[in-house]
């Protein structure tokens, strides 16, 4: 499948991966897949489909201080053609990653994420809270016209010779964050706004 990402693309993606355990892809998405997408994602939630998301593994609980999103699992084998071409899309970048930088991903799963207006998630690791086998994790905003007084960035604190920079990141329709899930510390600022997104991980077996 056509990811729009050329090989220049793709490489300058995980050169950056490599050397700063990031990467800030727009247009990942198309906005035909987009629109898809949030679609599905408001009639699911408005069905009642998702749940308030929680903390921890072996006690997993509702912890709204900490993070106020409700999520939906999308299902391996789903259906629907939007979740299809997602997933392919994933798969695709996830075969370049593995030919490139030997990450070893052999699994992935991904949940809408819906932030409710008010909501953030306090910074926080994604690999110690529930699954080791978290290698990246890589989030795809799915907001259109987000403007800055918006907020509900996503914020990633970077070390860099040994001095923490904070660098946020704004949740746009289309645009892809990949980062290193046990490295990279990072926090959803208070959004002013409902946030959509998908959230997954990529996985070693
Ligand atoms: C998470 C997370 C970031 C974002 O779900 O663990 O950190 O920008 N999400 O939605
Ligand atoms: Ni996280």
């Not at 008010?118 to 926080?124: A, E, K, L």
């Not at 290193?180 to 070693?204: A, F, M, P, Q, Y």
């Amino acid at each position: 499948m056509n990811t729009c990402l050329d090989e220049e693309v793709l490489n300058a993606i995980t050169d950056h991966i490599a050397s700063e355990g990031f990467a800030i892809v727009d247009h990942f998405l198309p906005e035909t897949l987009v629109e898809g997408l949030s679609k599905i994602l408001e009639n699911k939630y408005k069905s009642g489909a998702f749940h308030e998301a929680g903390i921890g593994k072996s006690t997993y609980h509702v912890a709204k201080d900490t993070r106020g999103d409700h999520v939906l699992w999308i299902e391996e084998n789903t259906v629907d053609l939007f979740e299809i071409e997602y997933l392919a899309r994933v798969a695709s970048f996830v075969e370049h990653l593995n030919r490139s930088c030997y990450l070893g991903i052999r699994t992935t799963e991904f949940h809408y994420a819906k932030y409710p207006i008010g909501t953030h998630y306090n910074r926080h690791l994604d690999r110690f809270q529930s699954d080791s086998r978290r290698k990246m994790s890589m989030i795809c905003y799915l907001n259109k016209d987000w403007v800055l007084a918006d907020g509900g960035e996503l914020a990633l604190y970077l070390t860099e010779n040994g001095v923490e920079t904070e660098k946020r990141i704004s949740p746009i329709a289309g645009r892809m964050v990949c980062f290193e899930s046990d490295v990279l510390e990072h926090e959803v600022l208070l959004t002013n706004k409902e946030r959509n997104s998908i959230t997954g991980w990529l996985k070693t077996a």
